[in-house]
């Protein structure tokens, strides 16, 4: 099946709504068990200083989404993904990142947005995250001790930054779709 980028839109509720009732390590995401909800998200991904990119299938369907926070002040921004649970295993969601990250590094002058630092993080429980976050070319460089709270559990936070300089990912990027 061809996968491929693009802006999330809102019509893409209903699919949002899926990806959030697929499995339940989806509520660390967001409260979204409506379609009402479900808009109320999209809406969210669409704010101004948010570039959120809808992973497609060949159908264009959104089965997951790469969103940077953008903070123009600082040409920084904070990176944050999700799949649908049906769709995850298959190295999307690196590709997917590897697309959005490379773009928003990418200078304004060429199709970029021009920023000069991208961070994530990760909870340590979640190694997947973290082959994601490396596969898109961050580097670690820190650990925030007990930062969520989880079934009563402190939860520490592993820390992840990418800047222009660094080693391009040799992760093959999704393609964007043509408008």
Known sequence: MAYTLRPVRPDDAPAVLAAFASHPDMARQGDVHTLADAERQVRWMLADNL??????????????????????????????????????????????????????????????????????????NNPASGAVAAAAGFVREGRERGKFLMDGERIDVLTYGRLPADPAPTTEPLPWRER
């Open 51 to 124: 570039r959120a990119t809808a992973i497609v299938d060949a159908d264009d369907v959104l089965i997951g989404q790469v969103s940077i926070m953008i903070d123009t002040l600082n040409r920084s921004g904070w990176v944050s993904y999700w799949m649908h649970a049906a769709h995850r295993g298959q190295g999307l969601m690196s590709r997917a990142a590897v697309a959005a990250c490379d773009r928003a590094l990418t200078p304004t002058t060429a199709d970029g947005w021009g920023l000069e630092r991208l961070e994530l993080g990760h909870r340590v």
